[in-house]
């Protein structure tokens, strides 16, 4: 929706034809069905049905400045939706809706409390309605605070037993990775001893090799004598003058 509606006649000026004319079918039949003291109006950006804060001071408890929701009516990317926050609380009324919408015949589209549909021949009127006229204000709001005092009941034990869980299991995988660590250090440092000797003992052997190797050769090495140099002389033949007659 590309502006945010502010009235309920805003919101549906906005749909196209097909959609306007499925939600205002089943805003009627909400309306017609729908018990004293609640109230319509945009409630997180679509049509809602709510208890008002003049009503219920507290409010919805996830959001205390938003009234506790009823109903909401929506047109989404994909499909249309209504959501029956009315059943969401009540167990009992939620398997009464399932099963009047399943008699039926039509294909029931539904999560915890939203219903999903494409167009309004997939929405049986007479059930929602009767969902609706069913969940009183009265029936309403002892249904919504019995469900809060449930999760707060069982909230704390479950988060105890939570916690206490993986506050074991940090223990245990704590105390095993410093025992790896302890492990690894030791034998990091016994490795380390081997290696430092097991050189030391190399760069022994090696230099004992070596002076071995140079008091040997000092051994096998002749001793230098004077050498005299030799000198020999040139002797040259003169060759006889020319006209001299040899004799």
């Known amino acids: 929706m590309p ?19 499925a939600l205002e079918a089943v805003r009627e039949t909400i ?8 109230a319509e109006g945009i ?22 400045t938003e009234p506790v929701p009823f109903i909401g009516l929506a047109s989404q990317k994909n499909h249309m939706a209504i959501y029956m926050f009315c059943l969401y609380t009540d167990p009992d009324a939620v398997e009464d809706f399932t099963r009047d919408w399943k008699t039926t015949g039509k294909r029931l589209d539904m999560g915890k409390s939203c219903v999903r ?23 309403f709001i002892a249904s919504y605070e019995s469900s809060l ?8 034990k479950k988060k105890t037993a939570k916690k206490a869980a993986r506050t074991t299991a940090t223990r ?26 097991k050189a030391t003992k190399k760069r022994a052997a090696k230099k004992k090799a070596a002076k071995k190797k140079a008091a040997g050769a000092t051994a096998k090495k002749p001793a230098k004598k004077a050498s005299k140099k030799k000198t020999t ?3 040259t033949k003169r060759k006889p003058a020319r006209g001299t007659a040899s004799r």
């Open 172 to 197: 245990k995988t704590t105390s095993k990775k410093v025992g790896n660590r302890a492990a690894k250090k030791a034998r990091s440092g016994t490795a380390s001893k081997k290696v430092a000797k």
């Open 117 to 139: 549909f494409r167009k309004l021949e997939d929405v049986p009127l007479d059930v929602v309605g009767r969902a609706v006229k069913n969940a009183t204000l009265t029936k």
């Open 149 to 156: 005092t449930h999760s707060a009941r069982k909230k704390p």
């Open 31 to 38: 309306l017609e069905n729908l018990g004293q003291g609640f």
């Open 43 to 64: 409630q997180y950006g679509m049509i809602g049905y709510f208890v008002p804060h003049a009503i219920y001071p507290s409010g919805y408890h996830c959001d205390p």
């Open 3 to 21: 502006d945010a509606p502010a009235t309920v006649y805003d919101y549906l000026a906005l749909l196209p034809d097909d959609r306007r004319e």
């Open 233 to 235: 002389k040139r002797t």
